[in-house]
């Protein structure tokens, strides 16, 4: 009873250096090994093209909310006490609703100032549901008629990619959530 006998291909004669001369030829798993080079790269590239499209939706969906929101405060619907603050970070939110946990980490400031060419100084002051420490106070006045006001909303959300070109490109908090700023200058109907 003999078993069926197999020649190994690197077996035989010429012993370890005839193996030697035969692998650059051998081309099995080349395309393993080249996946594995350029799999990753493309892959992420992928994953960074998907995060640009949502996170561009994200700063589109709230600089539109908030220029809907101005339109409460330039009417003088804010003069009535509504809406407040917390009431105009509700629409802003309601608005956007592609941004998670919008409520809890959504900023709103209006302040007055002398002129459309002089905004506010500094960063929008910015939330982090995430890190209970960073909880700015804002300042909220709605003005009176006729007063240049300029309103700055900010909204910490989370990054898919932090490693990657979008993510890297974007102000984060110190708990890696991108900071979206919407601002708008208007003027006070007269009232």
């Known amino acids: 009873m003999g078993g069926v006998r197999t020649k190994c291909r690197y077996c035989g004669r010429g012993g370890l250096s005839a193996r030697v001369r035969r692998f650059p030829a051998d081309a099995r798993g080349a395309a393993a090994l080249e996946f594995a080079i350029v799999g990753p790269v493309f892959i992420g590239l992928i994953m960074a093209l998907f995060e640009l499209g949502l996170m561009m939706f994200k700063i589109s969906m709230i600089d539109l909310a908030v220029s809907e929101a101005t339109k409460f405060i330039y009417t003088g619907a804010v003069q009535s006490g509504t809406p407040t603050q917390t009431e105009i970070g509700e629409f802003i939110c309601g608005k956007a609703v592609v941004v998670n946990d919008c409520e809890n980490n959504i900023t709103v400031e209006l302040t007055a100032v002398s ?55 974007l102000k984060s908090t110190d708990t890696n959530r991108a900071q979206i700023v919407s601002s708008v200058a208007f003027m006070n109907e007269p009232f």
């Open 115 to 169: 002129s459309f060419n002089e905004p506010p100084e500094g960063d929008a002051p910015c939330v982090d549901s995430a890190n209970p420490d960073l909880n700015p106070s804002v300042s909220y006045t709605t003005g009176g008629g006729s007063q240049i006001m300029y309103m700055r909303v900010c909204v910490t959300t989370g990054v898919m990619t932090p490693g990657l070109g979008l993510g890297l490109a």
